[in-house]
């Protein structure tokens, strides 16, 4: 079992780089860690340009590393959830579409090594798209803005990859479940929707692990965190994985 998932491992990794999924989540980190500092820095003088071609006067409050921070945040929880998805939707259902599922299944591979294999290998990848985005935003900040805490901002990025890895672990498995990876893409933005708008209500929504955003802000300002989102968060880990296994052991392929 050690052999196979360190083959499939490797192999999870060079489709990675070939199919260039990789690079593009790389780049994507890349660019939020250096507009969002920069965002947050030039914005008043960027409002006040539009506000006088349009002759109003705009008046802001002063710019601090919370808002490079909280853009930092917004960046990855908003746009990043959806480029994780468009990344991870056909992990799956794309195996299962060209063959190679099919290929690895008839091979004494179990599909809990496959499974897991993929599930490492995004884990990797989102490791090391939100380091370097982690180092080259705490980079700008520091520069930018004084009273930055760095260390705090460390941390708080590895809240923000428990958020990325539920995103990309549910829509993993659900690619694990359906026959194309749109189906598997379309399920996951759904279901991050409806976990998003439970987050926005008070009550049970407090569980949902979208609120995760939230923690990583508390943490940045150096205030205690609650621990509810995080039970979401590997309750749906958790259930995700075992739903994909359940499915993927009843699969039979296509002739």
Not at 45 to 63: F, P, R
Not at 85 to 109: C, H, N, T, Y
Request: contains cysteine.
């Amino acid at each position: 079992m050690h052999n196979n998932i360190g083959i499939l491992l490797w192999k999870e990794m060079t489709e990675g780089l070939r199919s260039y999924r990789i690079l593009i989540w790389v780049m994507v980190c890349l660019f939020f860690g250096i507009l969002s500092p920069l965002s947050a820095y030039y914005m008043p003088d960027i409002l006040a340009m539009i506000g006088s071609t349009q002759n109003i006067a705009l008046t802001l409050t002063e710019v601090t590393y919370r808002d490079a921070v909280d853009q930092y945040v917004k960046n990855f929880t908003q746009i990043g959830s959806i480029i994780m998805i468009f990344l991870a939707m056909g992990s799956v259902a794309g195996e299962k579409a060209d063959g190679s599922l099919q290929f690895l299944m008839v091979r004494p591979i179990s599909f809990h090594v496959i499974l897991f294999a993929k599930i490492i290998a995004l884990m990797a990848m989102v490791v090391l798209g939100i380091g370097i985005a982690a180092l080259v935003c705490a980079l700008y900040t520091q520069y930018l803005f004084p009273g930055f805490p760095l260390t705090l901002f460390i941390q708080s990025n590895l809240i923000l990859l428990l958020y990325l890895l539920v995103i990309g672990v549910m829509t993993t498995s659900l690619s694990a479940m359906v026959s194309r990876p749109v189906t598997a893409g379309l399920a996951s933005l759904g279901l991050w929707l409806v976990f998003s708008m439970l987050g926005s209500l008070g009550g049970a929504g407090w569980y949902s692990f979208t609120r995760l955003a939230s923690e990583i802000i508390q943490v940045v300002e150096g205030f205690p965190i609650s621990l509810k989102p995080f039970s979401s968060a590997i309750l749906v880990i958790l259930g995700s994985i075992e739903g994909a296994l359940c499915v993927l052991s009843r699969w039979e392929p296509s002739h």
